[in-house]
């Protein structure tokens, strides 16, 4: 079952594609996950930082999906096993997107970078999730936060320190799985069902005549005339 480390794990996902996308674009700048201050910024400069500042946790219940999860486990004997956990945790993670570099006008062309980045890649999956938290098959949604405005952007950056600058905001996706194992049961792969009836055994066994139970002929009654 995905691990705790989810929330690490995004982060992680998103700093990948920022960077591969910064290599493409040949851009001699860093990307971080960390905070924006004053300080920060302006002994990594040029760079893009990718910042988690706010965290929305809530249960949703999706379509065909039971109230408890269920993950199929196998043991050291190969037995196949359903393990159930309690009922997992969406969350929606808002982050900001800025960029620091001793030109005003490189610090736009990084940020737009960045913004291309998320824009060409909206939904990671696959090889783009870092770490073991999540089940295969599984997306992360990545888009821009239109609840991000001026007035929130100097609220974060200002209490930061950092002052009034350019940034942009995302909401990814994702869930946190519960530890809590709920019970296990074995897979049953195959049922075999043998229906025996006594008056039709099957070749080779004891006749009905033995056990017991073979039908009769029929009474025929002459009709008089």
Same mark, same amino acid.
């Given at each position: 079952?995905?691990? @705790?480390?989810?929330? &690490?794990?995004?982060?992680?996902?998103?700093?990948?594609?920022?960077?591969?996308?910064?290599?493409?674009?040949?851009?001699?700048?860093?990307? !971080?996950?960390?905070?924006?201050?004053?300080?920060?910024?302006?002994?990594?400069?040029? /760079?893009?930082?990718? !910042?988690?500042?706010?965290? &929305?946790?809530?249960?949703?219940? &999706?379509?065909?999906?039971?109230? @408890?999860?269920?993950?199929?486990?196998?043991?050291?004997?190969?037995?196949?096993?359903?393990?159930? !956990?309690?009922?997992?945790?969406?969350? +929606?993670?808002?982050?900001?997107?800025?960029?620091?570099?001793?030109?005003?006008?490189?610090?736009?062309?990084?940020?737009?970078?960045?913004?291309?980045?998320?824009?060409?890649?909206?939904?990671?999956?696959?090889?783009?999730?870092?770490?073991?938290?999540?089940?295969?098959?599984? /997306?992360?949604?990545?888009?821009?936060?239109?609840?991000?405005?001026?007035?929130? +952007?100097?609220?974060? *950056?200002?209490?930061?320190?950092?002052? +009034?600058?350019?940034?942009?905001? !995302?909401?990814?996706?994702?869930?946190?799985? +519960?530890?809590?194992? *709920?019970?296990?049961?074995?897979?049953?792969?195959?049922?075999?069902?043998?229906?025996?009836?006594? *008056? &039709?055994?099957?070749?080779? /066994?004891?006749?009905?005549?033995?056990?017991?139970?073979?039908?009769?002929?029929?009474?025929?009654?002459?009709?008089?005339?």
């Amino acid at each position: 079952m995905p691990k @705790h480390q989810v929330i &690490r794990d995004v982060g992680q996902s998103l700093l990948g594609v920022l960077r591969a996308e910064l290599v493409a674009a040949h851009a001699k700048a860093k990307v !971080y996950l960390a905070t924006p201050t004053a300080e920060f910024l302006r002994k990594n400069a040029p /760079s893009l930082v990718l !910042y988690l500042y706010d965290l &929305r946790p809530s249960y949703d219940v &999706r379509v065909d999906e039971k109230w @408890h999860m269920e993950e199929e486990i196998t043991d050291e004997h190969g037995e196949a096993h359903v393990v159930r !956990y309690g009922r997992p945790l969406d969350l +929606s993670l808002h982050y900001l997107l800025t960029a620091s570099a001793d030109d005003l006008a490189d610090e736009h062309e990084l940020l737009a970078l960045g913004m291309r980045a998320f824009l060409d890649h909206a939904r990671l999956s696959g090889d783009q999730l870092v770490g073991d938290s999540f089940a295969k098959g599984e /997306s992360v949604p990545v888009v821009h936060d239109d609840g991000f405005t001026l007035e929130k +952007s100097s609220a974060v *950056l200002g209490g930061l320190g950092a002052g +009034s600058r350019l940034a942009i905001g !995302y909401r990814a996706e994702a869930r946190l799985m +519960s530890g809590k194992e *709920l019970g296990r049961s074995k897979r049953v792969r195959q049922r075999i069902i043998d229906v025996f009836d006594q *008056l &039709r055994p099957p070749p080779g /066994s004891v006749s009905a005549k033995e056990l017991g139970v073979e039908a009769k002929p029929p009474k025929i009654v002459a009709t008089k005339k």
